[in-house]
Nanobody, 124 residues
Framework: QVQLVESGGGSVQAGGSLRLSCAAY????????MGWFRQAPGKEREGLAA???????SYADSVKGRFTISQDNDRNTLYLQMNSLKPEDTGMYYC??????????????????WGQGTQVTVSS
């Protein structure tokens, strides 16, 4: 049973920083993708950053240069460092992992395991 648990969300002023964490339980593969998604009010969920088992990373244009995805394999934890936050970064942030029957496609990867989400609010 795969379980992803996010933490680290909160409220911050524009220009500030937050670090999100995602603890992964029961998810251990030699080859994998994990990522961070965001859903803003009234908008569809969008992919922000992804990392594979080799440590290669990909970013959406909207966060490139401001957000950094990383992982601690020893602790089975995924991170998203968010700097220079903008009001448009406000939304629910989800940690995700790939699965064969995942219904969300991004970067050619099926994401099928999801955390419960953590809210990020950026005020101007």
């Amino acid at each position: 049973q795969v379980q992803l648990v996010e933490s680290g969300g909160g409220s911050v002023q524009a220009g500030g920083s937050l670090r999100l964490s995602c603890a992964a339980y029961g998810y251990s593969y030699s080859s994998y993708y994990m990522g961070w998604f965001r859903q803003a009010p009234g908008k569809e969920r969008e992919g922000l950053a992804a990392i594979d088992s080799d440590g290669s990373t990909s970013y959406a244009d909207s966060v490139k240069g401001r957000f950094t995805i990383s992982q601690d394999n020893d602790r089975n934890t995924l991170y998203l460092q968010m700097n220079s936050l903008k009001p448009e970064d406000t939304g629910m942030y989800y940690c995700a992992a790939d699965s064969p029957d995942g219904r969300t496609w991004w970067l050619g990867v099926r994401f099928g395991y999801w955390g419960q989400g953590t809210q990020v609010t950026v005020s101007s």
